[in-house]
């Protein structure tokens, strides 16, 4: 999946994402283990989407849900990733992991 291509997809479809999980932002970043690593379980994502969430917004279950969505959308497999509204640090996103990230505008 190219990078420009899905980043029209969820331009395009922004705001029904916004509506149904409360999704604040969106971006996309490059996967740098596209062909060579395995899951063990037959998943091989093409794209990594980044997703931060509205403040309150918990989504629980529905964070697999929004990544379904997303992957019906864009027509391949995704590695979603959230930024932002873990309550332990470390397992926040590191700067290294935020410079990739290319948001929709």
Do not use: W
Not at 57 to 82: M, N, T, W, Y
């Amino acid at each position: 999946m190219e990078q420009s291509k899905a980043l029209k997809i969820l331009k395009e479809n922004r705001q029904a994402l916004a509506d149904k999980y409360g999704v604040k932002k969106l971006g996309v970043f490059p996967r740098a283990e596209t062909t060579k690593f395995d899951y063990g379980c037959g998943y091989h994502p093409q794209i990594g989407v980044a997703v931060e969430y509205e403040p309150g917004v918990r989504p629980g279950l529905d964070f697999f849900g929004l990544q379904e969505h997303i992957e019906e959308l864009l027509k391949c497999e995704i590695s979603l990733a959230r930024i932002g509204g873990h309550r332990r640090p470390h397992y926040e996103r590191t700067d290294d992991f935020m410079k990739d990230v290319v948001y929709v505008g």
